[in-house]
């Protein structure tokens, strides 16, 4: 990867997941650890790719702003439920008061599972049980019932010790495409880079379209990702040496 975007840096487009790929993982979402040279070197990267880079997350926009924050990148959240263009312009989606509702039955039923953490996205929820694996098999069917309330405007998605209910039409491969239908990623070939499952709809993407697919940690038959990098600081070394080369 490195070597093809000093070689061709106006020919590709960079597609980027957070958690678990530019920042380490840790044991609850708002225990991360962003390093303090990282939003320095993403505007960096940005520029010698005139723009063409991208964050793609489950995380909620406004959320990973704060992340970076000032920088304002390109970034799909929530699973591409919400993206921002690079001309700035937003597309959001909405959190129903059903769904507010949802959410707050999700808190109580939960309340005493000890090491459950249900996190509240606005137009998503996700249940956390890294720190309690014992309740996984009692986490999921507590969130396939709630999915079944929510209606099939919505979808169950798994992730590292994670359920998550989303929109059902959010997809981190869509976000990918639709971004490469606008300038300045338009007539790019992406290089899509993440960890988890969620990341999947992106690699099978950026394959389709001649692009390269990256996945942070061991190498597994199951996944669609053409390459591996070991850790979230390797990729943050690879970021580094482009920024300053």
């Given at each position: 990867?490195?070597?093809?975007?000093?070689?061709?840096?106006?020919?590709?487009?960079?597609?980027?997941?957070?958690?678990?790929?530019?920042?380490?993982?840790?044991?609850?979402?708002?225990?991360?650890?962003?390093?303090?040279?990282?939003?320095?070197?993403?505007?960096?990267?940005?520029?010698?790719?005139?723009?063409?880079?991208?964050?793609?997350?489950?995380?909620?926009?406004?959320?990973?702003?704060?992340?970076?924050?000032?920088?304002?990148?390109?970034?799909?959240?929530?699973?591409?439920?919400?993206?921002?263009?690079?001309?700035?312009?937003?597309?959001?989606?909405?959190?129903?008061?059903?769904?507010?509702?949802?959410?707050?039955?999700?808190?109580r039923v939960t309340a005493d599972w000890t090491g459950v953490l249900i996190e509240d996205k606005?137009?998503?929820?996700?249940?956390?049980?890294?720190?309690?694996?014992?309740?996984?098999?009692?986490?999921?069917?507590?969130?396939?019932?709630?999915?079944?309330?929510?209606?099939?405007?919505?979808?169950?998605?798994?992730?590292?010790?994670?359920?998550?209910?989303?929109?059902?039409?959010?997809?981190?491969?869509?976000a990918l495409r639709a971004f490469l239908e606008e300038e300045p990623f338009a007539g790019r070939?992406?290089?899509?880079?993440?960890?988890?499952?969620?990341?999947?709809?992106?690699?099978?993407?950026?394959?389709?379209?001649?692009?390269?697919?990256?996945?942070?940690?061991?190498?597994?038959?199951?996944?669609?990702?053409?390459?591996?990098?070991?850790?979230?600081?390797?990729?943050?070394?690879?970021?580094?040496?482009?920024?300053?080369?």
């Open positions: 990867m490195l070597s093809l975007l000093r070689a061709e840096p106006q020919a590709f487009a960079l597609f980027l997941d957070i958690d678990g790929t530019l920042i380490d993982l840790a044991e609850t979402p708002d225990a991360i650890v962003v390093p303090d040279d990282l939003a320095k070197h993403l505007q960096a990267v940005s520029g010698k790719l005139s723009g063409a880079l991208a964050l793609v997350t489950g995380r909620a926009v406004s959320y990973a702003d704060k992340l970076f924050e000032p920088l304002l990148l390109p970034i799909a959240g929530l699973h591409g439920a919400e993206r921002r263009r690079a001309n700035g312009h937003m597309d959001s989606v909405d959190c129903s008061a059903d769904f507010a509702t949802l959410k707050r039955s999700l808190q606005g137009a998503a929820v996700a249940a956390h049980y890294r720190q309690a694996p014992q309740w996984q098999s009692s986490l999921e069917a507590v969130m396939r019932s709630a999915l079944e309330e929510a209606g099939s405007d919505f979808a169950l998605q798994r992730g590292k010790m994670v359920f998550e209910i989303r929109p059902a039409r959010a997809s981190k491969g869509a070939r992406p290089i899509a880079i993440g960890d988890d499952l969620t990341d999947e709809a992106m690699f099978k993407a950026a394959n389709e379209l001649g692009g390269l697919s990256i996945r942070i940690g061991a190498p597994t038959d199951e996944t669609a990702a053409q390459e591996t990098l070991a850790s979230p600081e390797a990729l943050r070394t690879i970021l580094k040496q482009l920024a300053t080369s």
